[in-house]
C-alpha cells in the first residue's frame, strides 16, 4: 500500500504543531513497514497512490481532493480545524458560501473535500463536534486520534535550561510570537507580578512589529530565548523547569506544548477559547484570553498552587507510535 501525504504548499514556512504532527506521523508509519512520502505536487499525478491523506482543510489541497476520488482512490483528512468566536457564525458562512460563490470560497472549499473524503480524523471530540456543526459531517465519517507526545517529556530534567540560564520556577509560553499566540497581553497582564518570564518561540517578519510590542512591554526579568529546535534536548529541560505554563491563545485545535507542560509537571494555565482533554481540564486554570487581568489572576493562582504530578497524567498521553497504529488502522478500513 502506497501512502502519499499533502497539506498546504506553504507548510514548510512554519515549524509548528502541524509540521511535528505529518513529520512524526511519516516517520512512525515507514517505521511500521507502510510506503509512506509526501506527495510531489510536481510530479506525482496520483497514479502510484492508493490512499491520499490530506492534512488540513486548505482550499491549496481541493483539487487534488477531487482528482483522487475522480479515480477512486480513498481518501482520509485530517482537518486541523478550529475557529475563532462563535462557531453558529462559521456554520452560517458556510451556509452562505455554500449558496453564493463570491464569498468566503475557502469554506466552500473544505466541504467538498469533506464530503469526498473516506474517513475524517480529529484530534478530539471538540473538533469533531464543530466539524459537525459547520459542515454537517456524519459522526460515523470521523475518527478521533490525538497528536502523540514525544517520549523525551515524560522524563525530563531541569538541569540543562537552569544551568544555561540560571533560572527556575518561572511562567513559561513556547509558542512563535504571533498576534493568535497571545503573547502581547500576556506579557502586560505579568508586568507588575513579581515572577520570571520565559517567552520561548520565533519571530518572523510577517509579525516583527508584534514582537517588538511584546518586547517593548515586557519586564526586565523576561526573558526571549527565540526558537528552541524541536530535536533539542534544550526544549523538555525548559518544560521541566518551569512553574507554571500558559497558553493565553484565541484559537487551538489540540496544543501539544500544553500537554507536553501537562506530561512535564507543569502547573497549567490556559485560554477557554482552547479546547482541553476532560482529564486534564480539573487541573487548569482558565483565564479569558481577551482579559489581561484575567490571564494575571489565572497565573497568580498557579504559582500559589502545589506542583502538578506530571506522572499522573502519562496514562492518558499516547506516543506518536501509537498515534501510527491508530492511523493505520483507518487506512485499513478504508481499503479493505
Not at 504543531?17 to 506521523?25: E, Y
Not at 484570553?289 to 490571564?295: E, V
Amino acid at each position: 500500500m502506497k501512502i502519499r501525504l499533502l497539506t498546504y504548499p506553504w507548510a514548510g514556512l512554519n515549524n509548528g504543531g502541524l509540521q511535528l504532527q505529518i513529520g512524526k506521523t511519516l516517520t512512525e508509519l515507514n517505521d511500521l513497514g507502510r510506503d509512506v512520502s509526501m506527495l510531489d505536487c510536481w510530479r506525482d499525478d496520483l497514479s502510484d497512490c492508493d490512499v491520499l491523506h490530506v492534512f488540513s482543510l486548505s482550499d491549496s489541497c481541493c483539487r487534488h481532493v477531487e482528482r483522487a476520488k475522480e479515480k477512486h482512490i480513498p481518501i482520509v483528512i485530517s482537518t486541523v480545524f478550529g475557529v475563532e468566536g462563535i462557531r453558529q457564525l462559521t456554520r452560517l458562512k458556510a451556509y452562505i458560501a455554500g449558496k453564493c460563490r463570491v464569498v468566503w470560497p475557502g469554506l466552500r472549499a473544505s466541504k467538498r473535500m469533506l464530503d469526498a473524503a473516506d474517513r475524517v480524523i480529529c484530534l478530539n471530540d471538540s473538533e469533531a463536534s464543530l466539524l459537525q456543526c459547520v459542515f454537517n459531517v456524519t459522526r460515523e465519517k470521523i475518527t478521533i486520534v490525538p497528536n502523540g507526545i514525544d517520549s523525551r517529556f515524560l522524563k525530563s530534567d531541569a538541569s540543562l535550561f537552569s544551568e544555561r540560564y540560571g533560572i527556575d520556577n518561572f511562567v513559561l509560553q513556547a509558542a512563535r510570537l504571533a498576534p493568535g499566540k497571545n503573547q502581547l497581553r500576556l506579557l502586560a497582564a505579568l508586568k507588575n507580578v513579581d515572577c520570571e518570564v520565559v517567552i520561548a518561540g520565533g519571530e518572523s517578519a510577517s509579525f516583527a512589529d508584534y514582537a517588538a510590542q511584546c518586547r517593548r512591554v515586557a519586564s526586565a526579568i523576561t526573558l526571549f530565548t527565540g526558537a528552541i529546535e524541536y530535536a533539542d534536548p534544550l526544549l523538555p529541560s525548559m518544560f521541566n523547569a518551569a512553574k507554571v505554563f500558559v497558553l493565553p491563545s484565541f484559537s487551538e485545535v489540540m496544543p501539544l506544548s500544553l500537554y507536553e507542560a501537562a506530561a512535564s509537571g507543569c502547573n497549567l494555565v490556559c485560554s477557554r477559547a482552547v479546547p482541553v482533554e476532560p482529564w486534564l481540564a480539573p487541573h487548569v486554570h482558565f483565564c479569558s484570553p481577551s482579559s489581561t487581568s484575567s490571564i494575571r489572576d489565572a497565573v497568580e493562582r498557579a504559582l500559589a498552587s502545589p506542583n502538578l504530578d506530571g506522572n499522573r497524567f502519562h496514562q492518558f498521553l499516547k506516543t506518536w507510535r501509537e498515534v501510527a497504529i491508530n492511523i493505520q488502522q483507518v487506512y485499513g478500513d478504508i481499503t479493505s
